[in-house]
C-alpha cells in the first residue's frame, strides 16, 4: 500500500515536472481531463483487461466474427469526451487499421501512427496524454510484417544519408533493429521484432509520466506483430 502511494506521489510529482515543462500548470491538465474523460467499460480497468480485449478482437476479425458495431451512435456517444483503454504506436502503412484488427469503434483506441513505428518525441508526448490525462491503461507497439521503412533500414544500413528528403532521421531510429538482426537468415522478420522491442524498452526511458505510470501498475507497455496475410496480432517478449 505504501509502496504504491509512494508511486502515485512520484507520479504526481513528474506530472508537475512535465506540465511545468511543457508551460501547463496542474489546473488546466485537470479542466482538460474534466472533458476528456468519459467513464471507461467496467470490464476493462487495467492493463490486463485491456490487453485481453484487444487479443478477443483480434480473434474475432481473425474469425469474420466481429461485433455488430454502430459507428454513427458510437461516433455521437463519444462526440463529448474519451475514454480509450489503449494506446498505440503503430506504423503509418494503410494496412495496419488498428480499430479494425482489433474490433473497435470510435472512442476505444488513442492511436499515434509513424512509419517504422519508433517512438518520436511528438508520439511520447502524445502517450503521455493518453496516460496522465485519459487514465488509458496499456500502451501497445504494433509492428507488422513486410514493414517497408524497416526494409529501408535493412538496405541503406550503410547509406541512410542517400534517402530523400526527411527519411533519414526517420529511418536512422531504425538501424539499431537493422543491425541487431545482421545474422539472421529471416533478417526483415527479425529486424522487425526487435524494432518493436526496442521501442517497448525505450518508451519509458524518454517519458517519466510513462515510467511513473507502469511503476504504479496504472499502465503497461507491451509490443507485437501484426502479420499482413492472416490479420493475426502476436505478442513479442
Ligand atoms: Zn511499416
Redesign the pocket.
Known sequence: MCNEIDARSTSRRAMIRNTAAAGLSLPTLGMVSAMAEQPKPASIQNPQEALDALMAGNKRFIGGDMLPHDHQSAQRGSSEGQSPFAAFIR???SR?APEIVFDQSFGELFVCGV???IPTEEIVASLEYAVAVLHTPLIVIM??S?????DAAIKHENSVTDLPGNLPGLISQILPASIASADSEDRLNHA?KINVQNGVKQLPKDSPVISDAIEAGTCSVVGGVYDLHTGRFTLVD
Do not use: L
Not at 146 to 150: E, M, P, R, S
Open positions: 506504423c503509418a502503412d495496419v512509419a517504422g513505428n509492428g507488422h513486410n514493414c517497408g521503412a524497416v522487425i
